[in-house]
């Protein structure tokens, strides 16, 4: 069975620090793909990120960065001098490389981001 | 379209009523895949298919849950009997094709209320 964890349920950061969102996973398969979403106060989930199981290697976007660890099963994603706009629910994902099986959601960690 | 688009964007509804849920993917998205997420949670699969026929079903939480892809295009996800229970958001996203690599893009959901 596959899980995604993310124990911190909220989040509350002043603008211009920087914070970290933890994600923790569980799957049984050697190829699988770890997922990123946003959704801010309008619903929508939008996509940030894909990484596959065989590529550990760090990747910053702009303020984002992510850290994958397959040693520790994690994916965490840091937001650097956070900003208001960076309010939302942010959600980690699993799916397995093979077949056709569903997306895997953690619960979410709600970020407010105070001005 | 150039996004997910589902209707109704928000259903208030009577216990016991039956309720119809749209949801219009991605033109050329073969998979459509039905999610609902409650209040605080992340994400649950519900159905998902691959043209015209579930691919899988597993989700579905019970025989008053049905959804249909006829023309592979188009999604209804059909709740019989509601009850106050199934009150959540209602999520459609789509993708290219069904495989583990592939980004789901996510409508904003139908918000139901069973009164």
């Known amino acids: 069975a596959q899980k995604v964890t993310q124990a911190q349920t909220e989040i509350s950061v002043v603008e211009k620090e920087d914070v970290t969102l933890d994600c923790v996973y569980e799957?049984?398969?050697?190829?699988?793909?770890l997922f990123w979403y946003k959704q801010p106060p309008s619903g929508e989930l939008v996509f940030l990120i894909r990484?596959?199981?065989?590529?550990?290697q760090n990747e910053i976007s702009g303020r984002y960065s992510w850290n994958f660890q397959k040693s520790t099963s994690s994916f965490n994603f840091t937001i650097t001098a956070s900003q208001v706009v960076d309010s939302a629910v942010y959600f980690c994902?699993?799916?397995?490389?093979?077949?056709?099986?569903?997306?895997?959601f953690g619960k979410g960690t709600r970020l407010s981001v105070i001005a | 379209g150039a996004g997910v688009s589902q209707t109704p964007s928000n259903k208030v509804t009577e216990k016991g009523k039956y309720v119809e849920l749209r949801c219009d993917p991605i033109?050329?998205?073969?998979?459509l895949y039905w999610y609902r997420q409650s209040l605080g949670q992340g994400p649950e699969f519900l159905i998902y298919?691959?043209?015209?026929?579930?691919?899988?079903d597993s989700g579905l939480p019970n025989d008053r849950f049905f959804a249909v892809r006829p023309e592979g295009s188009v999604s209804t996800l059909k709740i019989q009997r509601t009850e106050r229970g199934d009150s959540a958001v209602y999520l459609c996203?789509?993708?290219?094709?069904?495989?583990?690599?592939?980004?789901?893009?996510f409508g904003a959901g139908s918000r139901l209320t069973v009164l």
């Open positions: 996203a789509s993708s290219l094709i069904p495989a583990g690599a592939n980004v789901l893009t």
């Open positions: 033109s050329g998205h073969t998979a």
């Open positions: 298919f691959q043209g015209t026929g579930a691919a899988d």
């Open positions: 990484r596959n199981s065989f590529d550990e």
């Open positions: 994902a699993l799916r397995r490389g093979s077949g056709n099986t569903p997306l895997v």
């Open positions: 799957t049984r398969d050697t190829t699988y793909y």
